[in-house]
């Protein structure tokens, strides 16, 4: 796009067409690094938003044992103080 504009120039090129071109260069330069820097930011965010629900998903992963296990821990507990266990009814409430 911007390469043909400076592709066909003579040595002899105005001081103004110069600046111009310059600018020009420098404009996309410029916006180069705004659009690296967007991309480095959301790639950043990815990654946290990708650990967050690894980190999630092995939460709840890990629910049902921790739950069953739970239960079981406080079986006695709940025998001495005549709560029924989820086990022993059909429903839980």
């Known amino acids: 796009m911007y390469a043909s ?3 066909n120039l003579s040595p002899n090129v105005p001081e103004e067409a110069r600046r ?3 600018d020009f260069l420098g404009e996309q330069l410029r916006e180069r690094q705004e659009l690296t ?3 480095q930011l959301s790639e950043q965010d990815k990654k ?3 650990d967050e629900f690894k980190r999630k998903q092995r ?3 890990d629910l049902p044992y921790i739950l069953t296990k739970l239960e079981e821990d406080t ?3 709940q025998d001495y103080l ?3 266990r989820a086990s022993d ?3 839980i409430m």
């Open 48 to 50: 946290e938003k990708e």
């Open 5 to 7: 504009r400076f592709k």
């Open 75 to 77: 079986a006695p507990l």
């Open 82 to 84: 005549n709560i029924a």
């Open 20 to 22: 111009a071109n310059f």
């Open 37 to 39: 820097n967007q991309l």
């Open 59 to 61: 939460i709840l992963d």
């Open 89 to 91: 009814s059909d429903t």
